[in-house]
Structures are given as structure tokens and as C-alpha cells.
């Protein structure tokens, strides 16, 4: 499986942006975040396939709640 990039979002406007990136790496999915001041290296944790599935019902859970107010 070729390793590449499955999300990623970069906040605009600064010199180090904070940062999310989801990446499939050797078969594993390997999350990237750096904070928005830049002051420490960007943080890497590779996702075990149950945490990748708790993680997705989290946020489709969290979705409706984020859009009220739109």
C-alpha cells in the first residue's frame, strides 16, 4: 500500500500555521499536528485501526453539534 496524505488542513496567515495532517504511512494512519505558535516541533502519533474507528464516530457525532449556530 503506497504511503499519501488523506487529510490535511494548514490555518492561513502566519509563519508556522498551525496544521492537522492525516496520513496512511506502511499501512498504518499517522496524524501530524503542529499548535499555531510554532514554538515546539510538530507532534506525530500513529492511529491503531479501533482508535481510527472511535475517532470517526466522534467527530460525525460532533458534526451536527458544530453546525448549530451557522
Known amino acids: 500500500m503506497k504511503d499519501r496524505n488523506i487529510s490535511a488542513y494548514t490555518a492561513p496567515g502566519a509563519d508556522f500555521p498551525e496544521y492537522l495532517s492525516i496520513n496512511r504511512c506502511g499501512g498504518e494512519i499517522v496524524v501530524t499536528v503542529r499548535t499555531k505558535d510554532g514554538a515546539v516541533p510538530p507532534a506525530e502519533m500513529t492511529l491503531p485501526a479501533d482508535q481510527l ?15 448549530v449556530g451557522r
Open 53 to 67: 474507528d472511535e475517532l470517526i464516530g466522534a467527530l460525525r457525532r460532533a458534526r451536527p453539534i458544530l453546525l
